[in-house]
């Protein structure tokens, strides 16, 4: 299924090439331009899809999400859109460079404009790492690719959720990775599009740390049952190794 290190094609010299699943999975992503963290490999493995679920991710950056999932679950499908067409672009030739042409396709387009893109209620997971910092923020990231990434400059949180609930079928479910901090903006978002959060884990970045991210699953349309799972850490202790936990999302 996978191609050798001798059959791989070149990394061109605007990339960098990160391994995963002890070289099982690679992932080539632009050296000065939006590079995947721990929160994308997280939510890669949030999530539960069923055999043969249609899969929409959104804001696909470089497509780490999709690679997991479909390394992960190999009888799903996605669609990975990215509105910055370099990144779509390197979408493409990650899902090309781990033999994924028959499981992802890739597409440029705007989440915001998602009819245009996709029949709606046709999914039956949407996956989302949105931007999160304000477009107006003294932060806000010299480089233009990671600025989009990362800052609400071309979507912000109830355009994310909106176009999370055009995208799901009835009883489909959505699930996000935020910052904790905004834990409740986001499950209010949710709620106002008829999304009922059934399961929410809290990260944090070691024990006794405050939680770091938040990552939700939500169902269109769904029942009252909400599940809290048990804490996250990604590291044994401040500045120490990853646990085990998190070690093993990154060796497959």
Sequence with gaps: MFMSE????????????????????????????????VDAVLLAHFVKPDAGACILDLGAGCGIVSLIIAYRFPDTSLTALEIQPPLASLIKANVARNNFAAQISAQAGDLRRLQDYIVPGSFDLVV?????????????????????????????????????????????????VYPARHR?????????????????????????????????????NGGQEFEILPPFFISQEKGGAYTPEMARCYAG
């Design 184 to 220: 409740d903006e986001l499950l209010a978002e949710l709620c106002d599009n008829n999304l009922s959060p059934r399961r929410l884990q809290m990260v944090h970045g070691y024990p006794g740390s405050p939680g770091k991210l938040v990552l939700v699953e939500a169902q269109k």
């Design 128 to 176: 989302c790492n949105p931007p999160y910092q304000k477009a107006n923020s003294s932060r806000l990231n010299r480089e233009q690719e990671k600025a989009i990434a990362r800052h609400e400059i071309k979507a912000d949180l109830p355009a994310v959720v909106r176009a999370i609930s055009v995208a799901l079928t009835d009883g489909g479910k959505g699930a996000v």
């Design 6 to 37: 001798s059959t791989l094609p070149q990394i061109p010299a605007d990339c960098s090439c990160e391994s995963l699943f002890g070289g099982r999975l690679s992932c080539l992503q632009h050296r000065h331009g939006y590079r995947f963290s």
